[in-house]
């Protein structure tokens, strides 16, 4: 929801998205599926991945999916050539895989902001290419709001037409009360996406950039199974949530049998939930 709206809304409001979108052939049947059978509203793009063309493909055949950008930045395949952003990227064309590493080469070595600027605009630029309406914004493994990639982002908002993007706040206290386990990622987690996403509100009020109040999934960690997600339902709060999960015919298949459960689609109809993408926002 846009913060700088002037009422507050009470109905519940949930974007069902997918993250991975086109990462391989798997992820993108298990997102049609979870899309055309189940409760999946929308799915974030990764423009360099080799199934990307298939899900271009796929979403073009369903136009109510939403499909947004999965900036990518680490742990993919870089939109340019090993020459425009040296520092980026491994001899392999890829990009480093350790988050927290390139999280401070990012911060640090000032002379990367330029090149980030650049893979950045070409991630873009591939996504207009594929006709599709960008429906919402987000990061692998959420660096869109390492505060240099944020800054970045909201310098060249309106360039790029960046005007949804995903706010990554999933409150501890409701997930503490409907989740088990993982104690140390749930509490460390929590404590960086709190600071990490203090900061976003405040440049997306600035911008003018749209999202939903939180975020559920972060601290679930490739957990949102069936059991979680019929917990979550009752207790989300009023207002436009998003949960996004990871649905895989392969290594996260309890993820999408939890988008496609009866049980949890009935819950949907019973409890009045309106399921929407990130453009109804």
Do not use: K, W
């Not at 360099?48 to 796929?58: G, K």
């Not at 979403?59 to 340019?80: C, D, I, K, N, Q």
């Not at 090993?82 to 999280?103: E, T, W, Y």
């Not at 709190?194 to 601290?219: D, E, K």
Request: glycine share 8%; proline share 5%.
């Amino acid at each position: 929801m846009n913060t700088e709206a002037p009422q507050v809304r009470t109905a519940r409001r949930l974007v069902v998205n997918a993250d991975d979108f086109g990462r391989s052939s798997s992820i993108n049947e298990a997102v049609q599926q979870a899309h055309t059978r189940g409760i999946l509203t929308t799915a974030s793009l990764m423009v360099n991945e080799p199934a990307a063309a298939d899900a271009v493909r796929r979403a073009h055949e369903h136009p109510s999916l939403g499909v947004g950008l999965h900036l990518t930045l680490l742990l993919g395949r870089a939109a340019l050539p090993a020459h425009r952003i040296p520092g980026l990227i491994q001899p392999n064309g890829g990009f480093r895989s350790g988050p927290v590493a390139a999280g401070l080469r990012f911060f640090f070595l000032r002379s990367l902001r330029e090149q980030l600027r650049a893979e950045l605009h070409e991630q873009f630029r591939r996504f207009r290419e594929t006709g599709l309406v960008l429906d919402h914004v987000n990061g692998h493994l959420h660096l869109h709001l390492h505060p240099v990639v944020l800054d970045l982002l909201m310098q060249d908002a309106a360039v790029l037409g960046c005007t949804r993007v995903r706010l990554t706040h999933d409150p501890l206290g409701l997930n503490l009360a409907i989740a088990r386990g993982h104690l140390a990622y749930r509490f460390s987690h929590a404590l960086i996406y709190r600071v990490l996403s203090a900061r976003a509100r405040r440049a997306f009020a600035r911008q003018g950039i749209r999202h939903t109040r939180q975020v559920f999934g972060l601290l679930q960690n490739a957990r949102v199974d069936e059991a979680y997600v019929l917990r979550l339902l009752p207790r989300l709060p009023p207002g436009d949530s998003e949960l996004y999960s990871h649905p895989s015919l392969e290594d996260f298949r309890h993820e999408l049998e939890a988008l496609v459960s009866p049980a949890v689609g009935q819950a949907v109809q019973q409890l009045g939930l309106h399921l929407i993408r990130y453009q109804d926002l």
